[in-house]
C-alpha cells in the first residue's frame, strides 16, 4: 500500500471514529470528540514520552504501560508503541497517524524529540551519590534495619488493600522519628524502582530554589524575572508569587487536547514558553491559581540564574541536591530544549522521595544527629513552605506544597482526618509523599489510580491515636 493510499486509510477510519465518538460524553473518553485533531498529537506524544519513561527509566513492561495509558483515556488503547532498545527510544501512533518518538539518554531518562535536541546528547550527567556511602544507614546512605515488624505487617496490609479496591498501589513507605519504620513493594516493584511522581516534581523544583537561595543565588524577593515582563506591572511578580501560585498570571490547568498545559507537556520545545506571554488577570499575589506553567517558568528562570545552560541546571541538581541527600535512584527530565521539567517529569525510588520529605521535617538539615548532618535549605525556609499563602481565594498551598489547614481555623481540611499540620507533594493518579510534623512522619504512596486515594483513612489506620486538633 502505497503513503497516500495509508494516509487516506487512516483519515476514513478517524472519520469514522470521530463520528462514532460524538455520541459519547467526554467523561468516557477523557477529551471533547471535536478534538479528534487534537487528539491525534497529544496521544502519540502522550504515549512516546510516558511509553519511553515507563520502559527506560522505570522498567515496565509493554502490557504494563499500555495498561497505564488507557488508564487516562481508553483511546490509548488505539496505539501503537514501538520499542527500539538500540537507539534507544518509543515511538507512538494514533491509527497510523500523529508519529511521535522520545529518546532515552542514561542519567537525564526521556525526551520527545520536538526540535533540535541534538544539544543533549552532549550533556555531562555528574556521577551519582558516591559508593562510599554505601554502608551508611538511610537517609544518608542505602542501609535501613529498622524496620518494625508490626508497622511492615499494617503496611503490607494496607497496600493489599489499595490494590483488592482497584488503587494500583505500587510502593508504600513509612518514617518515623527519622527511620524507615516499613516500606512494601507491589509485585514487580522494589525499592530501586524509580517510580513517576508527575506533578510532586514541583514540590523538588521548590526545593530546588530554595537550595539556591541558601547558596546566596536567588532570593524569593526577587522580581523582574523575564525581559519581555519588564514594561508592564508582571515586572512585579517575585519568585514567592511564584511559589505560591500566585503570580496573577492568566493561567489555567487543564489537560485537554488543544489546551495549553498539554501542549506545554507534550508538544513543545520549551516547557516554559506557554506562560511567559500570558497577561495579568490579578495583582501578583492577591490570587492564587494551580498551574503547572507557573514551575515551568520558575525552573527556566532558575536555570538563567544558574548560568543559563542545560548543563548549569543538571550541575546544580546532581551537586547540590541529588548527591548530597544520597538519591541515587532520581531522574530529573528535560524538555527538547534542555530544561528541566519542573512540573511533572520527576522520577525517584520511594525511599528517595522519602529523604525529600524528611528533609523537610527536618527544617531542610539532612542526615539530622549524624556525622553526615549538613544544613541545605535556609534556616526558616521550610516553615514558609509549609505556611498558608495570603491570597484572598485559596491559602492552604504553600511553596509548591498542598496544605492540609489554610491560613483561617475556619477553613475546610483538605483531608479530614489527618492533623492540622499535615502538609504533602501530590501528583497525578495519586502519587503522595506526607509530612506530619506533630507525629515526625512521612508517608509516601505511589502508584497508578484514576480515584481518589484515601489518604488520611490509610494515615489514620497506621496511626490511630494521633491527635486532631479541632478547627
Given at each position: 500500500?502505497?503513503?497516500?493510499?495509508?494516509?487516506?486509510?487512516?483519515?476514513?477510519?478517524?472519520?469514522?471514529?470521530?463520528?462514532?465518538?460524538?455520541?459519547?460524553s467526554?467523561?468516557?473518553?477523557?477529551?471533547?470528540?471535536w478534538?479528534?485533531?487534537?487528539?491525534?498529537?497529544?496521544?502519540?506524544?502522550?504515549?512516546?514520552?510516558v511509553?519511553?519513561?515507563?520502559?527506560?527509566?522505570?522498567?515496565?513492561?509493554?502490557?504494563?504501560?499500555?495498561?497505564?495509558?488507557?488508564?487516562?483515556?481508553?483511546?490509548?488503547?488505539?496505539l501503537?508503541?514501538?520499542?527500539?532498545t538500540?537507539?534507544?527510544?518509543?515511538?507512538?501512533?494514533?491509527?497510523?497517524?500523529?508519529?511521535?518518538?522520545?529518546?532515552?539518554?542514561?542519567?537525564?531518562?526521556?525526551?520527545?524529540?520536538?526540535?533540535?535536541?541534538?544539544?543533549?546528547?552532549?550533556?555531562?550527567?555528574?556521577?551519582?551519590?558516591?559508593?562510599?556511602g554505601?554502608?551508611?544507614?538511610?537517609?544518608?546512605?542505602?542501609?535501613?534495619?529498622?524496620?518494625?515488624?508490626?508497622?511492615?505487617v499494617?503496611?503490607?496490609?494496607?497496600?493489599?488493600?489499595?490494590?483488592?479496591?482497584?488503587?494500583?498501589?505500587?510502593?508504600?513507605?513509612?518514617?518515623?522519628?527519622?527511620?524507615?519504620?516499613?516500606?512494601?513493594?507491589?509485585?514487580?516493584?522494589?525499592?530501586?524502582?524509580?517510580?513517576?511522581?508527575?506533578?510532586?516534581?514541583?514540590?523538588?523544583?521548590?526545593?530546588?530554589?530554595?537550595?539556591?537561595?541558601?547558596?546566596?543565588i536567588?532570593?524569593?524577593?526577587?522580581?523582574?524575572?523575564?525581559?519581555?515582563?519588564?514594561?508592564?506591572?508582571?515586572?512585579?511578580?517575585?519568585?514567592?508569587?511564584?511559589?505560591?501560585?500566585?503570580?496573577?498570571?492568566?493561567?489555567?490547568?487543564?489537560?485537554?487536547?488543544?489546551?495549553?498545559?498539554?501542549?506545554?507537556?507534550f508538544?513543545?520545545?520549551?516547557a516554559?514558553?506557554?506562560?511567559?506571554?500570558?497577561?495579568?488577570?490579578h495583582?501578583?499575589?492577591?490570587?492564587?491559581?494551580?498551574?503547572?506553567?507557573?514551575?515551568?517558568?520558575?525552573?527556566?528562570?532558575?536555570?538563567?540564574?544558574?548560568?543559563?545552560?542545560?548543563?548549569?541546571?543538571?550541575?546544580?541538581?546532581?551537586?547540590?541536591?541529588?548527591?548530597?541527600?544520597?538519591?541515587?535512584?532520581?531522574?530529573?527530565?528535560?524538555?527538547?530544549?534542555?530544561?528541566?521539567?519542573?512540573?511533572?517529569?520527576?522520577?525517584?525510588?520511594?525511599?528517595?522521595?522519602?529523604?525529600?520529605?524528611?528533609?523537610?521535617?527536618?527544617?531542610?538539615?539532612?542526615?539530622?544527629?549524624?556525622?553526615?548532618?549538613?544544613?541545605?535549605?535556609?534556616?526558616?525556609?521550610?516553615?514558609?513552605?509549609?505556611t498558608?499563602?495570603?491570597?484572598?481565594?485559596?491559602?492552604?498551598?504553600?511553596?509548591?506544597?498542598?496544605?492540609?489547614q489554610?491560613?483561617?481555623?475556619?477553613?475546610?481540611?483538605?483531608?479530614?482526618?489527618?492533623?492540622?499540620?499535615?502538609?504533602?507533594?501530590?501528583?497525578?493518579?495519586?502519587?503522595?509523599?506526607?509530612?506530619?510534623?506533630?507525629?515526625?512522619?512521612?508517608?509516601?504512596?505511589?502508584?497508578?489510580?484514576?480515584?481518589?486515594?484515601?489518604?488520611?483513612?490509610?494515615?489514620?489506620?497506621?496511626?490511630?491515636?494521633?491527635?486532631?486538633?479541632?478547627?
Open positions: 500500500m502505497t503513503r497516500t493510499r495509508r494516509a487516506l486509510s487512516s483519515l476514513i477510519v478517524v472519520a469514522i471514529l470521530a463520528t462514532a465518538l460524538s455520541f459519547a467526554r467523561a468516557l473518553l477523557g477529551f471533547y470528540p478534538h479528534i485533531g487534537s487528539v491525534v498529537s497529544v496521544a502519540s506524544a502522550f504515549g512516546a514520552k511509553g519511553c519513561s515507563g520502559f527506560f527509566v522505570t522498567g515496565l513492561d509493554k502490557q504494563q504501560i499500555m495498561d497505564d495509558l488507557a488508564n487516562y483515556s481508553p483511546v490509548n488503547r488505539l501503537t508503541l514501538e520499542i527500539d538500540r537507539l534507544p527510544a518509543v515511538s507512538a501512533e494514533l491509527l497510523g497517524m500523529g508519529r511521535t518518538s522520545a529518546s532515552y539518554r542514561p542519567g537525564l531518562g526521556c525526551t520527545l524529540n520536538i526540535g533540535d535536541t541534538s544539544h543533549l546528547d552532549q550533556l555531562n550527567v555528574p556521577s551519582s551519590p558516591a559508593i562510599v554505601d554502608q551508611l544507614p538511610w537517609p544518608a546512605g542505602p542501609v535501613i534495619d529498622t524496620i518494625l515488624l508490626p508497622r511492615q499494617q503496611l503490607d496490609v494496607i497496600l493489599e488493600q489499595d490494590n483488592i479496591e482497584g488503587f494500583d498501589t505500587r510502593a508504600l513507605l513509612l518514617v518515623e522519628n527519622g527511620v524507615v519504620t516499613a516500606e512494601s513493594y507491589a509485585e514487580g516493584f522494589s525499592a530501586e524502582t524509580k517510580l513517576l511522581g508527575w506533578s510532586m516534581a514541583k514540590s523538588l523544583s521548590a526545593v530546588m530554589i530554595g537550595r539556591a537561595e541558601a547558596l546566596g536567588i532570593s524569593r524577593s526577587d522580581a523582574g524575572l523575564f525581559p519581555n515582563w519588564a514594561e508592564d506591572e508582571r515586572n512585579e511578580i517575585n519568585v514567592e508569587h511564584m511559589l505560591q501560585m500566585a503570580s496573577g498570571l492568566e493561567l489555567e490547568e487543564i489537560y485537554a487536547p488543544g489546551g495549553d498545559t498539554t501542549r506545554m507537556l508538544g513543545s520545545h520549551n516554559a514558553s506557554i506562560g511567559l506571554n500570558k497577561p495579568l488577570a495583582r501578583p499575589g492577591e490570587h492564587s491559581v494551580y498551574t503547572s506553567a507557573t514551575t515551568n517558568m520558575l525552573v527556566h528562570w532558575l536555570q538563567q540564574q544558574l548560568g543559563g545552560t542545560p548543563q548549569h541546571s543538571l550541575n546544580f541538581l546532581y551537586n547540590e541536591l541529588l548527591q548530597p541527600m544520597a538519591m541515587g535512584h532520581t531522574i530529573f527530565e528535560m524538555d527538547p530544549s534542555g530544561a528541566l521539567v519542573g512540573s511533572s517529569f520527576a522520577y525517584a525510588s520511594a525511599r528517595d522521595w522519602a529523604r525529600l520529605g524528611q528533609l523537610m521535617l527536618d527544617d531542610g538539615v539532612i542526615n539530622q544527629g549524624s556525622p553526615q548532618e549538613r544544613r541545605l535549605l535556609p534556616a526558616g525556609w521550610v516553615k514558609a513552605a509549609s498558608p499563602n495570603r491570597s484572598s481565594n485559596e491559602s492552604r498551598y504553600g511553596y509548591h506544597f498542598w496544605l492540609n489554610g491560613a483561617a481555623t475556619s477553613d475546610e481540611r483538605r483531608y479530614p482526618l489527618l492533623p492540622s499540620d499535615a502538609y504533602y507533594m501530590s501528583g497525578s493518579r495519586q502519587q503522595f509523599v506526607l509530612m506530619v510534623p506533630s507525629q515526625n512522619l512521612v508517608l509516601v504512596r505511589l502508584g497508578w489510580s484514576k480515584n481518589k486515594y484515601p489518604l488520611d483513612k490509610r494515615y489514620r489506620a497506621l496511626v490511630p491515636q494521633a491527635q486532631i486538633k479541632e478547627s
